[in-house]
């Protein structure tokens, strides 16, 4: 089992949609969670970052955490075709950004 | 904007031959980190420099793979031999880390643009 799984997708959500993307992990003592953006041939960026339990939003993107259940992601309101990218879910052990472990993503893409 | 910087962009060489890559990081950060990017595996952390001290280099092929810090504005990852099962993306990534107790807004990773591998 990987530590980080996330759903390969491809996630297809048209245009003005919420698009909705899951993420899982193995280590019940992570600290911290990231949300990298990838787009095609680029390198990733990040997006969001949680670190307790509940929501965070800023702008378009709300990530949920639920440490209990092992589970975060990543919401993406008013969907926009410049969101269509590969999204990495990454989990660190502590607060820092040392040893993230980075799931292999979902493609995410937004129809017009 | 302040960026790392990675050479070369795209690199393509023959099995057996020796690969450098070399990264910049951002003036400031502690902290340097060298991923591999796959389809099957995704990013793979391969090994982390703190203040150019290396902390950890569990995730590469220790055989053909080394990675050092010869001065805080140059990280270098080497392969000798290569091998096509290396063909990958090498990202360079780094940050100010500090691995405290309470989360901090500034540690944020930033990568390079990637260095493209392709080993035949």
């Known amino acids: 089992q990987k530590e980080v799984e996330q759903n390969s997708g491809p996630l297809s959500v048209p245009e003005g949609a919420i698009a909705s993307l899951n993420c899982t992990y193995s280590?019940?003592?992570?600290?911290?969670f990231f949300w990298y953006r990838q787009y095609s041939g680029k390198s990733p960026e990040l997006i969001m970052s949680?670190?307790?339990?509940g929501d965070k939003e800023d702008g378009r993107f709300t990530a949920q955490l639920n440490k209990a259940s092992q589970y975060v992601s990543l919401l993406i309101r008013d969907s926009q075709p410049s969101d269509s990218a590969t999204y990495l879910c990454?989990?660190?052990?502590?607060?820092?950004?040392?040893?993230?472990?980075f799931g292999t993503g979902t493609r995410l893409t937004i129809i017009p | 904007d302040a960026r790392v910087t990675q050479t070369p962009r795209d690199k393509v060489t023959e099995m057996g031959q020796e690969v450098t890559m070399r990264c910049q990081p951002i003036?400031?950060?502690?902290?340097v980190f060298w991923y591999r990017q796959t389809m099957m595996q995704g990013l793979e952390l391969l090994a982390y420099?703190?203040?150019?001290?290396?902390?950890?280099d569990s995730g590469m092929p220790k055989d053909r793979f080394s990675a050092e810090m010869p001065d805080a504005t140059l990280a270098t990852l080497k392969i000798q031999p290569s091998e096509p099962r290396d063909s990958a993306v090498y990202f360079c990534a780094s940050g100010l880390v500090w691995a405290g107790s309470r989360p901090s807004g500034a540690n944020v990773l930033t990568f390079g643009a990637g260095s493209r591998l392709t080993v035949l």
């Open positions: 949680i670190y307790s339990n």
């Open positions: 003036l400031g950060h502690n902290t």
């Open positions: 420099f703190r203040n150019r001290a290396p902390l950890d």
């Open positions: 990454a989990v660190g052990p502590n607060f820092g950004n040392e040893k993230l472990t």
């Open positions: 280590d019940r003592g992570s600290q911290s």
